[in-house]
């Protein structure tokens, strides 16, 4: 029996409900319809990340599709059966190799059989969370509700270059609920800056910056250095491990941008979560919502509802038989729970 088409206006957020939607219309077979595609964006439309994703997912799952062009602001997909295998696919760009990942997860985790992706364009973008998130922050929480998931970065891509590579490993998997109103205790804490083609003294002071503004030890100070073809690039990451689960802030150098302003970027982007109780802060919260939902359950506590997580939530709730609740628990705390109805 067909499945009625799922109506959606794209112009709700940006890149997450074309994302999302994709992965939910692989795993429900609901064929999907989205207009406005990224409408509200400088760029609107498909730009060349998004139609990768939109492609990647077509040929994961045999789908018939219409409007895949660049700069397309329509899009018709109607997926078939989902399939594991051995697949590559080329942004082409510094586009965001991750975002592309994503949106293939969930659907592989529902393949009869293991998957092994091979992504190359951006590793590491400014508008996106890098390889690094992915390994530290969101999959091990991804693995703890059963997801058979291996991630190697084997290529730093900056932008405007990109020439990155990820190489994902992905084993049919159950997802099981997972609750985490609370990060627990401090572990540990770690700032790293990566250089690619960009002179040494700017992890330096990236560092030192970092250090004085969070009064970070001297041992918690790395910095690695990449051939400089894999650059121009930088990028700063505080890693803040907690027990149980880790958070991973970053933020990138740009060309006329000094490196104590990058640190200061790094410390704005992580502050209203360190000095908060939420377990989770915005990207991963982002991140975890349609997993949990897949699980039938979840719950977690966050600073604030972010455009990007609304936005999911609107999707979700077209897809699948869950109710998503949102209650602010105080200043900088709010509790985010799934619910299957």
Same mark, same amino acid.
């Given at each position: ?11 709700? *957020?940006? =890149?997450?409900?074309?994302? !999302? &939607?994709?992965?939910? !219309? ?11 595609i ?10 060349? /990340? ?6 990647? &997912? ?15 602001? /329509?899009?018709?997909?109607?997926? =078939? &059966? ?13 586009g ?14 529902? $393949? ?9 364009? *951006? ?19 991804m693995?703890?509700? =059963? ?21 994902a490993?992905? /084993?049919p ?11 627990? $205790? ?13 002179? =040494? ?10 250090? %004085? ?9 790395? #910095?690695?250095?990449l ?16 027990e ?9 150098? /740009?060309?006329?941008?000094? &490196?104590e %302003? ?7 982007a992580?502050?209203p #979560? ?10 991963? $919260?982002d ?6 939902a897949l699980?039938?359950a979840?719950s ?5 509802v ?26 900088n ?9």
């Open positions: 029996m067909k499945k009625d088409v799922i109506e959606l206006d794209g112009s709700i *957020g940006g =890149g997450q409900v074309l994302r !999302s &939607a994709l992965s939910l !219309s692989m795993i429900t077979g609901q064929p999907l319809r989205i207009d406005n990224r409408a509200r964006r400088v760029r609107p439309g498909l730009l060349r /990340q998004h139609l990768t994703a939109v492609l990647a &997912a077509a040929e994961v799952c045999g789908a018939t599709v219409e409007g895949a062009q660049m700069h397309s602001q /329509q899009l018709y997909f109607e997926p =078939g &059966a989902i399939r594991g295998g051995d697949y590559r696919f080329s942004i082409g760009t510094a965001s190799c991750s975002l592309v990942l994503q949106t293939l997860l969930p659907a592989l985790l529902h $393949a009869p059989q293991a998957s092994r992706v091979h992504i190359s364009g *951006g590793t590491h973008n400014p508008l996106a969370p890098p390889a690094d998130f992915l390994q530290r922050g969101f999959l091990p929480l693995q703890r509700m =059963g997801a058979r998931i291996e991630l190697q970065l084997l290529r730093h891509g900056f932008v405007p270059a990109g020439g990155g590579e990820l190489l490993f992905v /084993q998997s159950t997802l099981q609920p997972l609750h985490l109103c609370e990060r627990g $205790a401090l572990l540990s804490r770690r700032a790293t800056a990566v250089i690619a083609g960009v002179p =040494g003294h700017v992890a330096e002071r990236e560092l030192s910056r970092l250090a %004085k503004r969070l009064n970070l030890a001297p041992e918690a100070l790395h #910095w690695q250095v051939d400089p073809e894999h650059g121009p690039g930088n990028v700063l990451m505080l890693e803040v491990v907690c149980h689960l880790s958070e991973l802030f970053f933020a990138f150098g /740009q060309s006329g941008l000094r &490196a %302003k990058v640190a200061d970027y790094l410390v704005d992580a502050r #979560w360190l000095g908060s109780e939420a377990a989770v802060a915005e990207h991963l $919260a991140q975890l919502l349609l997993p949990m699980a039938g979840g977690f506590t966050t600073t604030h972010s455009e990007h997580l609304r936005s999911n939530i609107s999707v979700i709730e077209r897809f699948l038989p869950v109710l998503i609740d949102c209650q602010q628990q105080g200043e705390l709010c509790k985010v729970e799934i619910e299957a109805c």
